[in-house]
């Protein structure tokens, strides 16, 4: 294929906006947190703190505890007690009242939330707002629903909770992931120990105020905080009874081989390279809006990004070309002004390893086109990216980059592109784009991801699951499968 131009496409006019920030004062945040443990905050035995920043200006918004073994000693202890004399003991149907009355809580203060989620994470506003908490709010409402209906959920079988589970999560949705987790655990009568990012504990920590307030029974949910090391801690503490994670497929790996011989339980949810795919008879505007917010919804730090476009080659330079327009009304900025679309990368190691995979594009021979538009001066920013010209066999291909940045590749027939696809070492989702329902169906079945998307992309519902194949990962969150996991 002959060598394009990296030159950008030029607009005949540009929109702006008038600035529509947020304002952050509703957003009550405390100087310093400690760790919570058995219903209460507490310092912590470690002593030890760290800064979450606001990635969007650097600054910091608070000092946080950071957990050693000694506390994570304790909020185990903590979680087993609760576990033992109340949670286990306690009737469904009463147990699923907190679960409501923390799904009610989250709702009103969702305002508060989707602010300090923004604020310590990145992500626009308006997805925060929007996305973020009142998916987290679904997933408490939906899974307290159940909490009382198990034998419909598993007819004809005896059901036990699994005990303590000990839950890792991510700074991509932080209180999304905290949701996922936590609700299905205490629908199912589990008590739980979980530990934000450590670049994102701020609405972890909201809500382990919300829980206070909900009355919930001391200990039923511990949070606390820390790094990676708090984190293998949890993973390796002998009376946790499951690990739920989810991460990167580095850190997944590590913790298989923790609990390898022991008999921990464990969903991991971890990487992805998701294949999204155009077909010559889509509806192409429609295939590009699902393609732009395919990879550039928050920022691209999302497993299953669809970060490898295909595009059937009859209407590649259309594609293409539609693509380069639109990145170019792509705002990137402030992320609590509600007109942004793009806001922070989420730290600024995250930023430096997507600048690193720029170069290694550029490098491999592909040609990338980038947005003109300008980016704040202070804070972690990335224009929206686009890379041609690659092969298959190229690491910005082949490796989860987890930022802004797509690559696009051709294809001529559905085998080839089924091929092409699934030449991968992930599998947790895709998407198609097609008129044809056989198509759909075709693909869809031949598409090794857990999730496959047909004319559409990144939809998420409590109840439908959630997970992946081969590296990005096994177990599955959300719907009835996601209480399967809690339970013997
Ligand atoms: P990323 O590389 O994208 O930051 P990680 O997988 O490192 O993603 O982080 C996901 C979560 O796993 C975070 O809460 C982090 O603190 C935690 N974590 C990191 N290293 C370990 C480890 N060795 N054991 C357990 N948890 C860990």
């Known amino acids: 294929m002959a060598k394009e131009k990296s030159n950008t496409a030029k607009l005949d006019f540009k929109l702006e906006y008038a600035a529509a920030p947020e304002s952050k004062s509703s957003a009550k945040i405390n100087s310093k947190y400690g760790l919570f443990i058995n219903g209460k905050f507490e310092k912590p035995e470690s002593k030890k703190y760290f800064d979450t920043i606001n990635p969007a200006t650097e600054e910091k918004i608070a000092t946080i505890a950071e957990a050693n073994q000694t506390d994570v000693n304790k909020a185990v202890k903590a979680a087993r007690t609760a576990y033992n004399n109340v949670w286990s003991?306690?009737?469904?149907?009463?147990?699923?009242?907190?679960?409501?009355?923390?799904?009610?809580?989250?709702?009103?203060?969702?305002?508060?939330?989707?602010?300090?989620?923004?604020?310590?994470?990145?992500?626009?506003?308006?997805?925060?707002?929007?996305?973020?908490?009142?998916?987290?709010?679904?997933?408490?409402?939906?899974?307290?629903?159940?909490?009382?209906?198990?034998?419909?959920?598993?007819?004809?079988?005896?059901?036990?909770?699994?005990?303590?589970?000990?839950?890792?999560?991510?700074?991509?949705?932080?209180?999304?992931?905290?949701?996922w987790k936590i609700a299905p655990a205490l629908a199912t009568g589990n008590t739980v120990v979980l530990k934000p990012a450590e670049t994102t504990p701020l609405t972890a920590l909201k809500l382990a105020e919300i829980i206070q307030e909900s009355d919930l029974p001391p200990g039923v949910v511990n949070i606390i905080t820390g790094a990676g090391a708090t984190g293998a801690a949890i993973v390796n503490h002998p009376d946790i009874?499951?690990?739920?994670?989810?991460?990167?497929?580095?850190?997944?790996?590590?913790?298989?081989?923790?609990i390898a011989g022991t008999n921990k339980k464990a969903t991991l949810e971890l990487g992805g390279k998701a294949a999204n795919i155009i077909f010559d008879d889509a509806p192409l505007d429609q295939a590009v809006e699902g393609v732009i917010n395919g990879i550039f919804f928050n920022q691209g730090h999302v497993c299953c990004a669809g970060s490898r476009l295909f595009v059937q080659e009859s209407v590649y330079n259309k594609v293409l070309q539609k693509l380069r327009d639109r990145i170019e009304t792509l705002i990137v900025?402030?992320?609590?002004?509600?007109?942004?679309?793009?806001?922070?990368?989420?730290?600024?190691?995250?930023?430096?390893?997507?600048?690193?995979?720029?170069?290694i594009g550029e490098k491999e021979g592909a040609v990338m086109h980038q947005s003109q538009c300008s980016i704040p001066k202070k804070g972690y920013f990335i224009r929206p990216t686009l890379f041609t010209n690659v092969a298959q066999s190229s690491r910005i291909v082949q490796e989860e980059i987890f930022g802004p940045v797509l690559t696009i590749q051709t294809f001529r027939t559905d085998d080839e592109v089924i091929e092409k696809a699934n030449n991968t070492p992930y599998g947790l989702s895709a998407g198609v784009w097609t008129d044809k329902g056989s198509k759909i169906f075709n693909l869809t079945t031949k598409m090794r991801a857990g999730v496959v998307w047909a004319n559409t992309f990144n939809k998420f519902d409590p109840t439908s699951p959630f997970g992946g194949y081969k590296e990005s990962g096994f177990g599955r969150e959300g719907g009835l499968h996601g209480l399967g996991a809690y339970l013997k």
């Not at 198990?150 to 007819?155: D, K, M, R, T």
């Not at 009874?241 to 923790?258: C, E, H, L």
């Open 89 to 179: 003991k306690m009737p469904a149907k009463e147990r699923a009242k907190y679960i409501y009355r923390i799904a009610r809580m989250i709702q009103e203060r969702a305002r508060e939330l989707a602010i300090i989620e923004t604020m310590d994470g990145g992500k626009p506003i308006r997805e925060s707002r929007d996305i973020d908490i009142p998916l987290a709010a679904n997933h408490f409402f939906y899974y307290a629903g159940w909490a009382d209906k198990l034998q419909y959920a598993f007819p004809n079988k005896k059901i036990a909770p699994l005990g303590v589970a000990g839950q890792i999560i991510p700074w991509n949705f932080p209180l999304l992931m905290a949701a």
């Open 241 to 258: 009874n499951k690990i739920a994670f989810t991460g990167s497929t580095d850190v997944g790996k590590i913790i298989q081989r923790a």
């Open 333 to 359: 900025g402030d992320p609590l002004d509600k007109n942004t679309d793009i806001g922070a990368i989420n730290s600024k190691q995250q930023m430096d390893t997507i600048l690193k995979y720029l170069k």
